[in-house]
T-cell receptor, first 109, second 115 residues
Framework: GQNIDQPTEMTATEGAIVQINCTYQTSGFNGLFWYQQHAGEAPTFLSYNVLDGLEEKGRFSSFLSRSKGYSYLLLKELQMKDSASYLCAPMDSNYQLIWGAGTKLIIKP | IAGITQAPTSQILAAGRRMTLRCTQDMRHNAMYWYRQDLGLGLRLIHYSNTAGTTGKGEVPDGYSVSRANTDDFPLTLASAVPSQTSVYFC??????????????FGPGTRLTVL
């Protein structure tokens, strides 16, 4: 079966760094997406990894290890507006996104 | 219109009633998707369409139907609503339904309550 595992909730302090982990098992693999979703809003695209390694985009970075079925999203210099859910979504062999339940990130001042 | 729009924003529906959720995109994307999102669960794919005139079943298609008469519109119909269909429904689109880099863009969602 296909399975995505990420922590349900994390708490971090404004200005700090947080790493959100995601492990996955899918039927085939065609890359992995991270999305951000604020409460009551639609998911919005953050990053995409298809090769092993780190992709950096401003304060956000995403890492992928295909052999380990593992990815993480790294958020630096946390701001209050980063309080949201972060969704890990690998793409399977049929190019369908398989969505994790998301990690709710709470930022405290 | 900019991006993807959905209507209605929210709806309360009596069980057994028929309901169509509307979705329109103006990005000329080939692929469109319908998801439902329930508390504690990931987005689950209901139906998808890789191009106008074709549709496919996702993970949870029972009780739902879709059509794709043109590129822009992808309505989702609940033929006879049941309380378990209470959820937030998101429509999404992407340039292609195949190919690896395939970012999906989401509409604002429809909050549906079936009583």
């Amino acid at each position: 079966g296909q399975n995505i595992d990420q922590p349900t909730e994390m708490t971090a302090t404004e200005g700090a760094i947080v790493q959100i982990n995601c492990t996955y098992q899918t039927s085939g693999f065609n890359g992995l997406f991270w999305y951000q979703q604020h409460a009551g809003e639609a998911p919005t695209f953050l990053s995409y990894n298809v090769l092993d390694g780190l992709e950096e985009k401003g304060r956000f970075s995403s890492f992928l290890s295909r052999s380990k079925g593992y990815s993480y999203l790294l958020l630096k210099e946390l701001q209050m507006k980063d309080s949201a859910s972060y969704l890990c979504a690998p793409m399977d062999s049929n190019y369908q996104l398989i969505w994790g339940a998301g990690t709710k990130l709470i930022i405290k001042p | 219109i900019a991006g993807i729009t959905q209507a209605p924003t929210s709806q309360i529906l009596a069980a057994g009633r028929r309901m169509t959720l509307r979705c329109t995109q103006d990005m000329r994307h080939n692929a469109m998707y319908w998801y439902r999102q329930d508390l504690g669960l990931g987005l689950r794919l209901i139906h998808y369409s890789n191009t106008a005139g074709t549709t496919g079943k996702g993970e949870v298609p029972d009780g739902y139907s879709v059509s794709r008469a043109n590129t822009d519109d992808f309505p989702l119909t609940l033929a006879s609503a049941v309380p378990s269909q209470t959820s937030v429904y998101f429509c999404a689109s992407s340039e292609s339904g195949t190919g690896d880099y395939n970012e999906q863009f989401f509409g604002p969602g429809t909050r549906l309550t079936v009583l």
